[in-house]
């Protein structure tokens, strides 16, 4: 009986939170019509959401393209494939890894701060301020988050796959002595534009959608306390990596028949 | 008297099965100092709430200015808000801005004025609460006082009809209390504005409100100007206006009979 | 606020290195040449046997690429595969005799579509079929013919 009961306040609880999301999601994306005549707000997170997220992203991506290219030496080698590396790694990184690490990162470095900054700003009634001084939290704080984490998000991808190719043809060509240009002419030979970068891309962007819409409500709708705010942070940690992942699985069914 | 700038009207309230208001009437008049009082957890601030169009009541009508805030759309409460000054608690400055960027704020965001006339603005307010020096200075820098003081000077910022002040008083050493206490008269009567302050706070309340309202069981139980609340008779008023322990409102939480509970024990 | 030039010297930054990687990914990763698919025409050309053969295969003409496999259908009156192809408007001078055949990349690798072409003054246009035909040659067929014919020639 009391399961029964306690199972029925987690739905009811489930999908007023998911009623709470949905509409916070068509607000913000009204909003970001607001946050086209405020370019300076949108610069300010770009440079917190994106640039200082670059770091990680590029150090990742260096040492995960280098992985690659040495495990899918060691692979290929057996079966004298080792031509097809740059295939490998590219494809590897075009596809999965680079959309997928990127998002989880990005969820790590830049939507735990911006739950926690969202939540924090909530839990010191400076949302509730700025609506007393007739202005809308959700266009001048929540929006320029969420389209940051947008339009960051695809570009940092980019650049973990272009760096994590590089990092491979290192180990590839520099180190286990593949040839640089039958590395790249294979690369070149398997990857297509449209069938694997532009689905990689779309990948990005659909992950950086979730992500920022997830990092955005979850501080927005964080208890006001400082439990409150770290769990909402722990929230979207793990919220938004289960939701990559399991978007991933979708998006790669639907795009790779 | 001429008619009331605020307006509360038979206001009913409950946050899900707690009745917070039942019946709520009260009115304040153009220019005066209303000072709500009641013990902690009585809803005062959600009176602050209803006025500011934050929450809204289950019936009655909120009327500020001759408008009925419970019946304002989105764009034109955000208009109305224009005209309402608020401080809150917590100060709630904005921890990203200078205090000089604080303070112009809300002029920024809801005039076109010059970044010139910002600045006369501005420093006038902050020379008003006496921190013009303070103006670079960021939030994380002040002392508790301080910011409630800059929180002050951005709340008359637009010059609004009504300022609401929550729990200006709370946490805040001897000096700075007297200082609030003293800002909130002189803002009030230099710039003409009406101010509600709502505080548990009686002695100060009492220093500075030329009428209070004193809340309890969800709706005004005593009301008058400070030397009548102090002489009333009432026994609910009595008791919080003189801090007894014990009164209408009781020491302890309901409970079974001590007695009983002991020799009970657990079955 | 204070530092807006850096600001924005960085967020710019930020975006430049981004596009760059994207290009990177388009012209260095993909080998993206741009224009190889803006204008191109269709043939079709019906099997008996696609084999292995997938959309997005490459045709071949001298081995070397001049067109994708676009769609490959089944001819439900005939029971044989339709194989639809585009092919690169710069090479619109295909003979009407021209045959195509399913062939396969190496021993094992993955299968595409040669073109041959014949003698004729006519030449394909958009929408029309090549006649001639070869089908995939599908290994375990081929071991199984020749496992029999050895057990024939054994008698």
């Known amino acids: 009986m009391n399961a029964i009961q306690q199972l029925g306040a987690w739905t009811l609880g489930s999908v007023a939170r998911w009623g709470r999301a949905a509409i916070f999601l068509f607000q913000t994306l009204a909003s970001c019509a607001w946050v086209v005549r405020r370019i300076d707000l949108l610069m300010q997170q770009i440079f917190s959401v994106g640039v200082l997220t670059l770091l990680i992203i590029l150090v990742s991506g260096l040492f995960v393209g280098m992985v690659l290219g040495l495990q899918g030496y060691n692979t290929l080698v057996d079966f004298g494939a080792e031509t097809s590396l740059g295939m490998v790694v590219a494809l590897t990184l075009t596809r999965e890894l680079g959309p997928v690490l990127t998002a989880l990162l990005f969820a790590g470095r830049a939507g735990s701060a911006l739950t926690a900054e969202i939540g924090l700003m909530k839990a010191t009634e400076q949302l509730a301020a700025m609506e007393m001084m007739a202005v809308d939290p959700i266009n001048r704080v929540v929006a320029p988050r969420f389209l940051a984490g947008v339009i960051a998000m695809p570009l940092l991808a980019a650049m973990f796959a272009g760096v994590g190719v590089f990092g491979g043809y290192l180990v590839g060509v520099s180190l286990l002595g593949v040839d640089a240009g039958v590395y790249w002419s294979g690369m070149q030979e398997g990857v297509d534009l449209y069938a694997d970068i532009l689905n990689g891309v779309i990948k990005s962007v659909v992950f950086g959608f979730v992500v920022a819409w997830i990092a955005v409500f979850e501080g927005y709708d964080a208890t006001p306390t400082s439990e409150g705010v770290s769990r909402a942070t722990t929230r979207t940690v793990v919220n938004a990596s289960l939701s990559i992942l399991a978007l991933d699985f979708i998006l790669t069914s639907l795009m790779f028949k | 008297m001429s008619k009331p700038l605020l307006e509360i009207n038979d206001v009913h309230f409950s946050f899900g099965a707690n009745e917070v208001y039942r019946a709520l009437n009260l009115r304040v008049h153009k220019g005066q100092v209303a000072a709500i009082i009641g013990p902690s957890g009585c809803g005062k601030s959600t009176l602050l709430n209803f006025i500011g169009g934050r929450l809204y009541p289950n019936s009655g009508s909120v009327i500020c200015d001759g408008i009925d805030v419970t019946s304002l759309r989105r764009n034109a409460l955000f208009e109305f808000r224009k005209r309402l000054g608020m401080m809150f608690q917590a100060s709630a400055l904005l921890t990203d801005f200078s205090v000089f960027d604080n303070v112009a704020f809300p002029v920024r965001q809801n005039t076109n004025l010059s970044e010139t006339l910002i600045r006369h603005l501005v420093l006038m307010k902050l020379e008003m609460v006496g921190l013009r020096g303070a103006r670079d200075l960021m939030p994380a820098e002040l002392s508790g006082g301080m910011a409630r003081r800059v929180a002050l000077a951005r709340a008359i910022a637009m010059d609004p009809l009504l300022v609401m002040y929550d729990e200006p008083f709370t946490g805040l050493d001897p000096i700075s209390m007297g200082v609030i206490v003293k800002l909130i008269r002189e803002v009030n009567d230099t710039l003409g504005m009406t101010s509600l302050v709502v505080t548990h706070d009686v002695r100060e309340a009492c220093t500075i409100a030329d009428y209070m309202y004193l809340l309890g069981d969800g709706k005004v139980i005593g009301e008058g100007n400070p030397d009548r609340m102090r002489e009333s008779n009432v026994p609910d008023v009595r008791q919080f206006m003189n801090g007894l322990p014990d009164g209408p409102v009781r020491y302890h939480y309901p409970a079974p009979d001590y007695a009983d509970d002991i020799i009970g024990g657990p079955v | ?155």
Not at chain 3, 133 to 146: D, N
């Open chain 3, 1 to 155: 606020m204070k530092n807006k030039g850096i600001l924005e010297f960085w967020v710019g930054l930020f975006v430049v290195a981004g596009v760059v990687a994207l290009g990177v990914l388009a012209f260095k990763v993909a080998g993206f040449s741009g224009g190889e698919f803006t204008q191109t025409y269709k043939i079709t050309a019906r099997f008996g046997n696609v084999g292995g053969l997938s959309t997005k295969a490459p045709v071949n003409l001298a081995g070397v690429r001049i067109g994708r496999v676009t769609a490959i259908r089944i001819d439900p009156d005939h029971y044989n595969a339709v194989v639809e192809m585009s092919i690169d408007s710069r090479y619109d001078n295909l003979p009407m005799d021209t045959s195509a055949s399913i062939l396969t990349q190496g021993l094992l690798g993955s299968q595409f579509v040669g073109l041959n072409p014949g003698g004729d003054e006519i030449h394909l246009e958009d929408g029309d079929e090549v006649m001639l035909t070869q089908s995939a040659v599908v290994l375990e067929q081929l071991i199984s013919q020749m496992l029999f014919s050895k057990a024939e020639g054994g008698e």
